[in-house]
């Protein structure tokens, strides 16, 4: 079991005794997803809640999510722990738990709509926390190749449904830019060119896409969600392009002029949301403040790593460390201590 009290390291040559705050409870795997909308059935921006629907989504992704905080927790641990046995031990743990999902095959049976378009952000946080987990420890390469297979096989459905099934506007939306994130980080753990490609021109097109004064369009339809829905979709772009770039390979061919149009769009918007209200042409949800949304900017980390933006990371050393559990928990830890060129030459 995931849970036990004692555990085989390095194939077998020791074991180790630990708490039970060093591994995490065993979670069910999810296979089978199957929700409606948060939204009112007649909400044409999708910016009415249905309170009744909302909390049942809520309800059906409780415990993916809470796996993901539980990984992301127990990661964090071991990147800090000095003790090699206890490092590995965490690490180990981790890997076992998306082992057994991996065997489960989960999220795999996504029988509606919504449930395709809400399951990518869930495969990218597993994913993140899987990597960091796994280059900890130089063993379980049986288990490692299970997780591989049913992440490669998650990711090509992932692109299928958005490139065949998903509707205009969530194919390049903030759902887009969650997929992308979750695909690109697939392809760099098992090396595939196909899904590393699919995350470069999907992080393009979320660029593209962008008005001259850094809104997005699609996200500005969200009225007065509009705001929280461009920070929403920043979290995964931004991260997505650093996390390639951090891979060797290069910026993509990413237009990180017109990304920081968007990004400082989006940190004014945060200070004094009118100037999103008058975009938006509704009032704004996300309250005024940078320390107030802490929670939705974890992203300006990588972004700081991405272009050394020094303005940027001034404003973020009251709010650091930033944390993001679908990004890999402690944002700060794992982008805020250097800046990447990404202008060497990509791997090809």
């Given at each position: 079991?995931?849970?036990?009290?004692?555990?085989?390291?390095l194939?077998?040559?020791?074991?180790?005794?630990y708490?039970k705050?060093?591994?995490?409870?065993?979670?069910?795997?999810?296979v089978?997803?199957d929700?409606?909308?948060?939204?009112?059935?007649?909400?044409k921006?999708r910016?009415?809640?249905?309170?009744e629907s909302?909390?049942?989504?809520?309800?059906?992704?409780?415990t993916?999510?809470?796996f993901?905080?539980?990984?992301?927790?127990?990661?964090?641990?071991?990147?800090?722990?000095?003790?090699p046995?206890?490092?590995?031990a965490?690490?180990?743990?981790?890997?076992?738990?998306?082992y057994?999902?991996a065997?489960?095959?989960?999220?795999?049976d996504?029988r509606t709509m919504?449930?395709?378009?809400a399951?990518p952000a869930?495969?990218?946080?597993?994913?993140?926390a899987?990597?960091?987990a796994?280059?900890?420890?130089?063993?379980?390469?049986?288990?490692?190749q299970?997780?591989?297979?049913?992440?490669?096989?998650?990711a090509?459905?992932?692109?299928?449904?958005?490139?065949?099934e998903?509707?205009?506007?969530?194919?390049?939306?903030?759902?887009?830019?969650w997929a992308?994130?979750?695909?690109g980080?697939?392809?760099?753990?098992?090396k595939q060119?196909?899904?590393?490609?699919?995350?470069?021109?999907?992080?393009?097109?979320?660029?593209?896409?962008?008005?001259d004064?850094?809104?997005?369009?699609?996200?500005m339809?969200r009225k007065?969600?509009?705001l929280?829905?461009?920070l929403?979709?920043?979290?995964p772009?931004?991260?997505?392009?650093?996390?390639?770039?951090?891979?060797g390979?290069g910026?993509?061919?990413a237009?990180?002029?017109?990304l920081?149009?968007i990004?400082?769009f989006?940190?004014?918007?945060?200070?004094n949301?009118?100037l999103v209200?008058?975009?938006a042409?509704?009032?704004q949800?996300?309250?005024?403040?940078?320390k107030t949304n802490?929670?939705?900017?974890a992203?300006?980390?990588?972004?700081v790593?991405?272009?050394d933006d020094?303005?940027?990371s001034?404003?973020?050393?009251?709010?650091?460390?930033?944390?993001n559990?679908?990004?890999?928990?402690?944002?700060?830890?794992i982008?805020g201590?250097?800046?990447?060129?990404?202008?060497t030459?990509?791997?090809?």
């Open positions: 079991m995931v849970a036990s009290t004692m555990i085989v390291l194939g077998g040559l020791s074991s180790v005794s708490a705050e060093q591994c995490l409870d065993p979670r069910e795997p999810v089978s997803l929700f409606g909308s948060r939204y009112k059935a007649d909400s921006f910016s009415d809640i249905d309170t909302d909390a049942e989504v809520t309800k059906a992704l409780k993916i999510d809470v993901i905080q539980d990984l992301t927790r127990i990661v964090g641990k071991a990147q800090t722990e000095e003790d046995e206890k490092q590995a965490m690490s180990t743990c981790v890997v076992n738990a998306v057994d999902w065997k489960a095959d989960a999220l795999s996504l919504n449930a395709k378009l399951a869930r495969l990218g946080g597993i994913a993140i899987y990597a960091e796994g280059n900890m420890i130089p063993d379980m390469q049986a288990e490692k299970v997780i591989e297979t049913w992440l490669q096989a998650r090509r459905a992932t692109m299928d449904f958005f490139d065949n998903a509707t205009k506007g969530a194919s390049r939306n903030n759902l887009r830019a992308s994130l979750a695909v980080k697939i392809g760099i753990i098992s060119k196909e899904l590393v490609d699919w995350s470069i021109e999907s992080n393009r097109t979320m660029i593209a896409g962008s008005a004064d850094g809104s997005l369009p699609l996200e339809r007065k969600y509009a929280h829905y461009q929403h979709a920043l979290t772009l931004v991260t997505s392009i650093a996390m390639l770039c951090d891979a390979y910026n993509g061919d237009d990180l002029a017109r920081g149009t990004v400082h989006s940190i004014e918007g945060v200070k949301p009118a209200e008058a975009v042409d509704a009032h949800t996300v309250k005024p403040g940078l802490a929670a939705s900017l992203w300006l980390e990588p972004y790593s991405l272009t020094k303005g940027i001034a404003e973020l050393a009251d709010l650091r460390p930033l944390l559990s679908k990004l890999g928990g402690d944002v700060t830890r982008y201590k250097s800046h990447t060129d990404c202008n030459d990509p791997v090809r």
